[in-house]
């Protein structure tokens, strides 16, 4: 799923990454629930991307990402215990049973479901001592979906105070109403424009920032796909290689849909 468009959003987003507010980025909820999940995690952990915040969650951390500019922009050095490689979480460059944990934010959404997640649930148990954890937060679709139109009419009324938040609801109507977890990223900017063809009519309606809303133009010529399943079609991927002690959500805007899942490798 890596491309060359894929490529331009991370170099774009790695330029305005501090506008990002979640649900794209974690919150503090979410960093104790991994901080709580990590309690007995005394060795060696595995960041999958580069968020800052989670870097912070451990003193021995290596952290992998495959994008060039992501790892300049957003990267705080290789010191304190922690360093960053460039690579792919499909094929990670480690030994068997090297990290006592593995931690993400957002990575399975990357994805391609189901294929990508069967092989990355793979690897993680494969680098994954006996007992270490995954604590991966996630964005799934609920079970009962909601229609492109009754997000757009939401939004409309003012209901949805973040267009982040926006943009993952359509994102997920477009899984609901598809049947198909995997979304074109293209397919989501060109369901906003349908609705909302007059950008600052939209502006004036759900007082979004409008730099924000300009920045939806980001989506437009992407060739990338993002996957939203449901929370049981990410078990079934899992279930296999890992034990579920844990599943948490925070309190803000569509955190029901963006819980904190924590696993135990079973060997
Ligand atoms: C961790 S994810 C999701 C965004 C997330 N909410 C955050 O806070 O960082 C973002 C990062 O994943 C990286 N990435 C995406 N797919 C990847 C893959 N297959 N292997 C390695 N890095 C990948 C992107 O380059 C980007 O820096």
């Not at 451990?58 to 994008?67: E, G, R």
């Not at 964005?139 to 209901?159: H, I, M, N, Q, Y």
Request: hydrophobic share 35%; aromatic share 10%; glycine share 6%.
């Amino acid at each position: 799923m890596q491309t060359i468009t894929q490529k331009n959003i991370w170099d774009d987003l790695a330029r305005r990454w501090n506008k990002l507010t979640p649900p794209l980025r974690p919150c503090d909820q979410d960093l104790d629930f991994m901080k709580q999940g990590l309690q007995s995690v005394a060795g060696q952990c595995l960041l999958l991307g580069v968020t800052p915040e989670l870097c912070c969650l451990s003193d021995k951390l290596v952290a992998i990402d495959n994008n060039e500019s992501m790892i300049r922009a957003v990267w705080q050095g290789n010191h304190n215990g922690k360093r960053v490689i460039k690579g792919d979480w499909l094929q990670l460059p480690f030994e068997e049973n090297t990290f006592d944990a593995v931690i993400g934010d957002g990575s399975l959404t990357l994805l391609e479901y189901p294929l990508s997640y069967e092989r990355l649930f793979r690897e993680m148990k494969k680098v994954l001592k006996k007992g270490g954890k995954l604590l991966l937060r996630i964005f799934a679709t609920p079970d009962e979906g909601e229609t492109c139109s009754a997000v757009c009419r939401e939004a409309l009324e003012g209901k949805i105070r973040n267009i982040h938040v926006f943009k993952w609801r359509l994102a997920m109507a477009l899984v609901s109403e598809s049947g198909n977890p995997n979304v074109r990223v293209r397919d989501i900017y060109i369901t906003f424009d349908r609705f909302f063809p007059d950008r600052e009519d939209l502006a004036r309606q759900t007082l979004w920032d409008p730099q924000n809303i300009a920045d939806f133009e980001e989506y437009r010529d992407s060739s990338s796909i993002y996957s939203f399943p449901r929370l049981s079609d990410v078990r079934l991927k899992y279930q296999q290689h890992f034990r579920e002690i844990g599943l948490r959500n925070g309190t803000y805007e569509l955190a029901q849909r963006c819980p904190v899942l924590t696993l135990e490798a079973s060997k």
